[in-house]
Every structure is written in C-alpha cells, then in structure tokens.
C-alpha cells in the first residue's frame, strides 16, 4: 500500500510490522517474559524504539512471530514432555542440555516454565512394531537405570536411536513417542560391564535375573559378595562381577530348576524337601528371610534323580 500511495511514506509498513512485547504477546496469547526470552536467545528479531515520553523499549516483528505462532501453539512444558515420552523430568533436561530436545527461550529462569518444541519430541527417533518374539529385549527405562554409573549414558543411548544405530521397538501403537516404554536390545548393556569390573545392586539383580529388593536380601545374608562406596552423601553397595559367577555357581534359583524338571515354580519348594535339600534363603527363612527362595546348587533335582555337580561325579539318589 505504502508503495501504490505516494503520500504514504514507504516505512510505513514495515513500522506497522514492529509492536510491543507486551502487545504481540497478547496477540499470540502467551506471556511477555517467554518473548523477553526468544528476544535474548536470538531467536526473535527486535528493536529498540525510542517513545515520545523519552522511554526506551523494545519492539519485534510481528509477522516473523505470527510464522511462529504454531510452533508456540504446539510447545509443552517439562512436565507434560516427561509424561509423552514416559521418562522423568530429570531425564528430559538432559536430553534438552544435550540439545536432543529443542526449547523455546532457552533454560527459564526460577518459577518459569519451560517451552518445548513439541516437534522436536517426535524427531527423537523411530520406533518400529514389537516383533512376535521380544526375548532378549529390554525397556529403555530399565536400560537407562543400568547405566546410570556412565554419565551421559541416557543421552548416548537416545542419539544411537535417533541415528539408527540401535533398534527401538514399541508394543503398543499409542505409544509411539513414548520412548520410555520403547524395547530396545539387551546386548547393550555388555559393553557396559567390559568397562567396568563392578556393579551396582541394580545390574546385579538384572544380570541374575531377580528383584532388586531380593539382591539387597541376598546381600545382607551374605550370599552375594558386596562392598560400600561413598557416593556424594549416600553410601551405595558395589558387587563385583566375581561375584556374579560365585553365586551361579554355588547358588540356583527356583526358575532354572523348574525348567530343567518341566514343572511349574509353585511344585520346586516340596519336590526339593522331599529330597531333603532345604532352602538357604526364602520366606520364612529364620535369619534369612526373602521373598524367593534360593537353593544350594550341590544338588539339581533333574527327574526322579539328585545328581551331584560342581565338579562332582554323578551319582543317583538311591546312592
């Protein structure tokens, strides 16, 4: 208009672009300190504009924000980014400190919110149907918690996703970005221990296949060979990796000897006092109560038989 009209100047619309924060924050409906933000992370061209009273303020360009309004429209806060991608709110800085997720504004100042760019969630990777058989695969939240010990570890483990180099698997299709539910490959987890020859309670248990709260039970009794560390103001335990092999070997759990005898879990317990083997650990166990029971393995119920092992010669029960 202004260059069809010769009477008009011809800044005049390109002065008509550039408002107030404040204005163009009630234009797109979202508040002042989060443009103050964009404006000081670069994101935002502005101004500085001189009023008649002598105030000096800042303008920006209103159409350059209506282009971004969407993006603004779509932009969700910490902690509804930590339920879409069912992780923690922890979980989600460092993918934003890492620069995995894209925020508006840049790291809020305290008591403001964050504004994350909802298309960025979706851009973290992709994750492909279950396939029939999921042995061998592990949730990424579990994965997460077992390398806690390698900072940065989540992080490495979400780029090697986004780039393709590891596999993700979805079981149910409503959770297509929920990358804390997503399956992923247990083999990932061994070049952790190569790095490292001792573990935390927690890949202890995973590695031996029980509950955390019955590593610790195990500990305490003394079957499993552990160690204090000092970590900040919290003393963890520290299980070396000899110790994971000395319990296979001197130790076997209900699970293994109901698949060697083809038998339901629920008939191990009888069928080993029937042959007078009598749990070292277990519920009721005086002094060494836990929630599974755990059998010496000198002795494997195999059929009708107890046969010796741990070097041992074979020999019958009727022996």
């Known amino acids: 208009m202004a260059r069809r009209n010769r009477y008009l100047r011809s800044d005049t619309i390109t002065s008509h672009r550039w408002v107030s924060i404040r204005a163009a924050a009630k234009k797109v409906n979202v508040p002042s300190a989060l443009l103050h933000r964009m404006v000081a992370n670069g994101e935002l061209p502005h101004r500085e504009m001189k009023y008649p009273s002598g105030r000096n303020g800042l303008v920006v360009d209103y159409l350059e924000l209506t282009v971004r309004a969407e993006q603004l429209k779509h932009a969700v806060s910490l902690e509804e980014a930590a339920s879409c991608l069912s992780i923690t709110k922890p979980r989600v800085r460092q993918l934003l400190d890492a620069g995995l997720l894209r ?30 058989m999921t042995d061998g695969l592990v949730s990424v939240t579990q994965l997460a918690k077992l390398e806690l010990p390698t900072k940065g570890s989540f992080v490495e483990l979400i780029a090697s996703i986004q780039k393709g180099k590891i596999n993700a698997y979805f079981v149910n299709p409503d959770d297509g970005i929920a990358l ?94 029937e042959h007078g083997v009598l749990p070292v650990v277990g519920p009721g166990v005086v002094g060494a109560n836990c929630r599974q029971y755990v059998w010496p393995r000198l002795m494997q119920i195999v059929g009708a038989d107890v046969e010796l092992t741990l070097g041992q010669s074979r020999t019958s029960a009727n022996n």
């Open 103 to 132: 925020s508006l504004g840049g790291k809020p100042s305290p008591g403001e919110r964050w504004w994350i760019d909802g298309s960025s969630l979706i851009n973290l990777g992709t994750a492909l149907p279950c396939p029939p």
């Open 180 to 273: 804390g539910k997503w399956l992923v490959p247990r083999y990932r987890i061994s070049s952790i221990y190569r790095n490292s020859p001792n573990l935390s309670v927690v890949e202890a248990a995973f590695l031996l296949g029980i509950k955390q709260e019955v590593a610790y039970a195990l500990i305490r009794s003394g079957l499993l060979t552990s160690y204090p560390i000092r970590s900040g103001r919290r003393t963890a335990h520290c299980v070396p990796q000899e110790a994971i092999r000395e319990f296979n070997q001197s130790f076997v759990l209900g699970p293994e000897l109901a698949r060697i005898n083809k038998t339901s879990l629920k008939s191990i317990p009888p069928l080993m006092r």
